[in-house]
């Protein structure tokens, strides 16, 4: 009897290492796919923030022209005062909106506090070159015309980049929302939010038609 007692334990041994196989396996294939989830979220996080890094650097090239426009329309004569200096306010009001530390992409009330900027930028620069086309004068300059051409150029770019930026956004929340990753991502908290997007503004790019 005591020599069978060795045996008839061997099956139970046995058992309970394949279990505990089975179980470490399964252990390693969820952390395999928990890592290959994050590092593809990680991925396209860091295609979502280049993009915007492209849109802020068009957006500043634009902000570094108007200081020479507005000098420019100042030197003519009669030129509408209201306009330069809406342009003006509208440039300093970019310059408010605190994006320090904060990764703008992620957080929804600042990247719509900072589009809303950059759109009455837009607004305001296209009312100023509306205006210009009463003062031939002042389009035939040499230095008007350049500045023309550079923010025209300016805001093809910026367009660009815009729809870059949503292009890159939209792949992020399309994988950051499927299952699993979305069970993944909640584990991140903010690190993997959902990206916000720029909304087209109706009429933005269409300059008001001004009477004289």
Known sequence: MENGAPSQARPFVTAGAAVLGVFVLIVVIGIGSVAGIYNRLVTLDQAVQSQWAQVENVYQRRADLIPNLVATVKGAASFEKSTYVAVAEARAKVGQVNVSGVTVPNDPTTFQKYAAAQDGLTSALSRLIAVSENY????????????????????????????????????????????????????????FAEKAYFQSQPGAQTPPKVGF
Do not use: C, W
């Open 136 to 191: 031939p004068d002042l389009k035939a300059t040499q230095n008007f015309s350049d500045l023309q051409a550079q923010l025209e150029g300016a805001e093809n770019r910026i367009a660009v980049e815009r729809m870059r930026y949503n292009e890159a956004a939209q792949a992020f929340n399309a994988t950051r929302d499927s299952f699993p990753t979305v069970i993944v991502a909640s584990f991140f908290g903010t690190h």
